[in-house]
């Protein structure tokens, strides 16, 4: 989710992006947005490979 991240408490981004704030990259003309709330039920219905980050990014072989 490209919107996800936090106005306010980098430390509750769970996608482990660094820096204050969460994942909010100068390049990125995000405004106000969802404010990151959409990938709390999708981080809880969705299991993903232990090799990742859970669902915010992970690679497996094909």
Same mark, same amino acid.
């Given at each position: 989710? %490209?919107?996800? +991240? %936090? #106005?306010?408490?980098?430390?509750? +981004?769970?996608?482990? *992006? &660094?820096? &204050?704030?969460?994942? !909010?990259?100068?390049?990125?003309?995000? *405004?106000? +947005?969802?404010?990151?709330?959409? *990938? #709390?039920?999708? #981080? %809880? !219905?969705? %299991?993903? &490979?232990?090799?990742?980050?859970?669902?915010?990014?992970?690679?497996?072989? #094909?």
């Amino acid at each position: 989710n %490209h919107e996800y +991240d %936090h #106005v306010l408490g980098g430390d509750k +981004d769970p996608s482990g *992006a &660094p820096g &204050p704030g969460g994942f !909010r990259p100068e390049w990125g003309n995000y *405004a106000y +947005d969802s404010g990151g709330e959409c *990938a #709390v039920p999708m #981080v %809880h !219905r969705f %299991h993903s &490979p232990s090799n990742g980050n859970s669902l915010f990014w992970y690679s497996f072989d #094909v």
